[in-house]
Nanobody
């Protein structure tokens, strides 16, 4: 079983920045996919950014503002968020896919005030 822990969520003013971190327990297999999702109240969980192999993908709503990165030595994936907007307010979840199995963290709250 792979365990994931997110951190870095906070209350921030619009225009501000945050860096989310997701650390995961050691595993003999490297994740195939590493991603960040978010879920706002009353809305479905949506993909924010992901790393698939050597490719990164972003939702249109965060392109140019967010950046996803990984550190294989630290077993971590990060989400750098800049120019935050109130509509970015949500619980942010880290997801890993390892050999076809999907693992999720418990989430970290990001609140952007106007």
């Amino acid at each position: 079983q792979v365990q994931l822990v997110e951190s870095g969520g906070d209350l921030v003013q619009a225009g501000g920045s945050l860096r989310l971190s997701c650390t995961y327990s050691r595993n003999m297999f490297r994740p195939n996919v590493m991603g960040w999702y978010r879920q706002a109240p009353g809305k479905q969980r949506e993909l924010v950014a992901e790393i698939r192999g050597e490719r990164t993908n972003y939702s249109d709503s965060v392109k140019g503002r967010f950046s996803i990165s990984r550190d294989n030595f630290k077993n971590a994936v990060y989400l750098e968020m800049n120019s935050l907007k109130p509509e970015d307010t949500a619980v942010y979840y880290c997801q890993l896919v390892i050999n076809g199995a999907s693992y999720w963290g418990r989430g970290t709250q990001v609140t952007v005030s106007s």
